[in-house]
Antibody, heavy 121, light 106 residues
Framework: QVHLVQSGAEVKKPGASVKVSCKAS????????IHWLRQAPGQRLEWMGW????????RYTQKFQDRVSFTRDTSATTVYIELSSLRFEDTAVYYC??????????????WGQGTRVTVSS | SLELTQPPSVSVPPGQTAFITCSGD??????VSWYQQQPGQSPLLVIY???KRPSGIPERFSGSKSGNTATLTISGTQALDEADYYC?????????FGGGTKLTVL
């Protein structure tokens, strides 16, 4: 069955970068886009963008486009998010979520378990 | 840009029907999805494209939309349905979420 397994919790200092992985299994990797989202404590879900796992096309929401990067390793069926210049307000749980299709249509039929990123001095 | 507004909380007795609304300008021109999130867990898609139910989601979950308001209906609400519920829509090329509604079953 479908699984999205994310890497473990991270603690980073302000100004540092963090890279979180999301390993997909149980389906054809290139047939479904992957979205990245985050949720700060007690806050609503916040969408960060998506990556086409087939051709690598990606879109970042304007808020993050200067310091976020999505990449994929098709041989490892893994998608990565890297967020740089971390700020205290980047403390959140980061989620990967699968889209129903290869290009974004309906996000979130399957989700990773979340990765807690804490930015602390 | 599109903003989605949900009531912060809804309470319903067990076995009754819960209605959770989501409103936003231009919502009538886009599809709405709904997610359930239990404390400490990842969200779960319960409704997509306004009224479609993913496999494995109980029939008591249904969705509808009229004009600029979408509604998630939970019939015969059970204690295990107590959770936060988020609506979501596409605003052109961006994804937008509502602020979430805490459903209490009491």
């Amino acid at each position: 069955q479908v699984h999205l397994v994310q890497s473990g919790a991270e603690v980073k200092k302000p100004g540092a970068s963090v890279k979180v992985s999301c390993k997909a299994s149980g389906y054809t990797f290139s047939s479904h886009a992957i979205h990245w989202l985050r949720q700060a404590p007690g806050q609503r879900l916040e969408w960060m963008g998506w990556i086409d796992t087939g051709n690598g096309n990606r879109r970042y929401t304007q808020k993050f486009q200067d310091r976020v990067s999505f990449t994929r390793d098709t041989s490892a069926t893994t998608v990565y998010i890297e967020l740089s210049s971390l700020r205290f307000e980047d403390t959140a749980v980061y989620y990967c979520a699968r889209d129903l299709q290869s290009t974004p249509t309906v996000l979130g039929d399957y989700w990773g378990q979340g990765t807690r990123v804490t930015v602390s001095s | 840009s599109l903003e989605l507004t949900q009531p912060p909380s809804v309470s319903v007795p067990p076995g009754q029907t819960a209605f959770i609304t989501c409103s936003g300008d231009r919502l009538e021109t886009t599809y709405v999805s709904w997610y359930q999130q239990q404390p400490g867990q990842s969200p779960l898609l319960v409704i997509y494209q306004n009224n479609k139910r993913p496999s494995g989601i109980p029939e008591r979950f249904s969705g509808s939309k009229s004009g600029n308001t979408a509604t998630l209906t939970i019939s015969g609400t059970q204690a295990l349905d107590e959770a936060d519920y988020y609506c979501q829509a596409w605003d052109r090329i961006n994804v937008v979420f509502g602020g979430g509604t805490k459903l209490t079953v009491l």
